[in-house]
C-alpha cells in the first residue's frame, strides 16, 4: 500500500470480525514495530499478544469487573478532562460531539460505544505493550513510536486496530492472565482483527488546521 494510504487509513475500529489473524502476520508487524526509534537504542518495548484462550479469559474478567463496577486501576495516570489544557480539551470535546452526530441520537451513540468497550471492540487479537518499571519518561514516549509504527504494518497487511487505555484498565488481572512480570508496566493494549461494515466503523475523526498547530521559523 502507499505510504500515505496507509496512515490515513489506519483508524480506530471499534468492532472487529471473528476472522482470526494467523501467528505469522502478527509476528511480521511486531518485527516491523521493531524498527521504531529509541533512547540510546534501548528498545525498552516488549509486547505479549493475547489471542484464542487467553483472549476469552481477559474478555470473560473484564466482564466481571464492569459488572461489579469495579475501580480501573492502570498503570499510568489518567487526569480528569477538565484538569486538561484548553485546546485538548477543545479537541476531546470535538471529537465526543462527531461522534453524538455520527449517531442518531446521544442515547445510541453512548450504548454502542459501551457495548464497544464492554466487549474490547470483539477483537481478534490483543498486543499488549509494556516498558519496564525502571525506566525514565522517554520509554513511553518511544512505546507510542513502536505502537504506532504496529498499527500502520498492521494496517498495511490489511489487518485494523484500536489502541486502547480500555484494555490496560485492570493491569495486575492482565498480567496474571498473560504472565507478565510486576517488573512491566502496561502501556497500552492494540486490539487488531478486521472491521465489520457496523455503523460504528464508518466514524472518522478529523484533525485540526495544520497551520493550528505548526510554525516553521526561517
Ligand atoms: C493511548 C490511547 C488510548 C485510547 N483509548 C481508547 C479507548 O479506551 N477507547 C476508545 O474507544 N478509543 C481509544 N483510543 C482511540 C482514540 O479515541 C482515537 O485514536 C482518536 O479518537 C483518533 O481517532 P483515529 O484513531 O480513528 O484516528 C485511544 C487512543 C490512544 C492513542
Given at each position: ?59 470473560a ?29 477543545a ?11 455520527h ?33 525514565p ?20 497487511l ?61
Open positions: 500500500m502507499e505510504f500515505d494510504r496507509v496512515v490515513t487509513g489506519r483508524h480506530s475500529v471499534r468492532e472487529f470480525s471473528e476472522r482470526s489473524i494467523s501467528h505469522s502476520k502478527l509476528r511480521q508487524i511486531v518485527k516491523l514495530a521493531q524498527w521504531a526509534p529509541s533512547w540510546v537504542n534501548s528498545q525498552p518495548w516488549k509486547v505479549y499478544i493475547a489471542t484464542g484462550k487467553h483472549l476469552e479469559d481477559i474478555k474478567m473484564f466482564q466481571q469487573k464492569d459488572a461489579a463496577h469495579t475501580k480501573s486501576n492502570p498503570d499510568l495516570a489518567v487526569m480528569s478532562r477538565t484538569q486538561w489544557n484548553e485546546r485538548t480539551q479537541n476531546m470535546k470535538k471529537w465526543r460531539h462527531d461522534i453524538v452526530a449517531f442518531s441520537t446521544f442515547d445510541e451513540a453512548h450504548s454502542k460505544m459501551t457495548r464497544a468497550m464492554n466487549t474490547l471492540n470483539s477483537a481478534a487479537a490483543i498486543a499488549y505493550i509494556t516498558i519496564p518499571t525502571q525506566t519518561d522517554w520509554s513511553i514516549l518511544d512505546s507510542g513510536a513502536f505502537a504506532q509504527t504496529l498499527m500502520l504494518a498492521a494496517k498495511d490489511g489487518i485494523d486496530s484500536i489502541p486502547t487505555y480500555n484494555s490496560v484498565r485492570f493491569p495486575d488481572e492482565i498480567r496474571s492472565i498473560l504472565g507478565i512480570p510486576t517488573t512491566e508496566r502496561l502501556m497500552v493494549g492494540i486490539e487488531l482483527g478486521y472491521a465489520t461494515n457496523s455503523h460504528i466503523n464508518h466514524y472518522r475523526s478529523d484533525r485540526v488546521p495544520v497551520d493550528e498547530i505548526l510554525k516553521i521559523e526561517d
